[in-house]
T-cell receptor, first 113, second 115 residues
């Protein structure tokens, strides 16, 4: 069964460093999302991406964040200068179309020290 | 205002009991989708069931069913005969928007199944 994959599974970085989180969505999916979940808290929407551009973003997704689909398979989330409060689990998700279910990757646990 | 409300932050049930997890939602869109996900302690997000706003039948997926009451804007998850492995966090979520680009999660219900 096809699945969304994410790398790395765990990333530790120092405050102020740039990180890139990688996702490979399911191949025939057209809509891509990033979410984050601070430990023990709710899942928060960051950004949605369709047709090679951002379709929606939350207040969390400020200028420190960017997304790219550099080729036909990868979907990346970049945090330019990490802060302690960026420590969270980051989930990538994809779906084929508005009436289809949304599948999540296993997540990347980001720890900022 | 909260888009998704889950009124049971924590819930305990005995093994083999039936479970209903509550979810109410708020949207002015006519076309939307409702989802339930399970998040075990390992952290992954597991898709359980999906209900489209135009679906007339309640969705079922294996052990799970979704009790969809559109007029009341509720989408409760129901499963019978709970198992110890069902202990997890359960999130109700909604996707709305013309292209389904808005996706929001509820705060979750932590279900603990006791032996």
């Amino acid at each position: 069964e096809p699945e969304v994959t994410q790398t790395p599974s765990h990333q530790v970085t120092q405050m102020g460093q740039e990180v890139i989180l990688r996702c490979v969505p399911i191949s025939n999916h057209l809509y891509f999302y990033w979410y984050r979940q601070i430990l023990g808290q709710k899942v928060e929407f960051l950004v949605s991406f369709y047709n090679n551009e951002i379709s929606e973003k939350s207040e969390i997704f400020d200028d420190q964040f960017s997304v790219e689909r550099p080729d036909g398979s990868n979907f990346t989330l970049k945090i330019r200068s990490t802060k302690l409060e960026d420590s969270a689990m980051y989930f990538c998700a994809s779906f084929r179309g508005p009436t289809y279910e949304q599948y999540f990757g296993p997540g990347t646990r980001l720890t900022v020290t | 205002a909260q888009k998704i409300t889950q009124t049971q932050p924590g819930m305990f049930v005995q093994e083999k009991e039936a479970v209903t997890l509550d979810c109410t939602y708020d949207t002015s869109d006519q076309s939307y989708g409702l989802f339930w996900y399970k998040q075990p302690s390992s952290g992954e997000m597991i898709f359980l069931i999906y209900q489209g706003s135009y679906d007339e039948q309640n969705a079922t997926e294996g052990r799970y069913s979704l009790n969809f009451q559109k007029a009341r804007k509720s989408a409760n998850l129901v499963f019978s005969a709970s198992q110890l492995g069902d202990s997890a966090m359960y999130f109700c979520a909604m996707r709305e928007g013309h292209y389904g680009q808005n996706f929001v999660f509820g705060p979750g219900t932590r279900l603990s199944v006791l032996p």
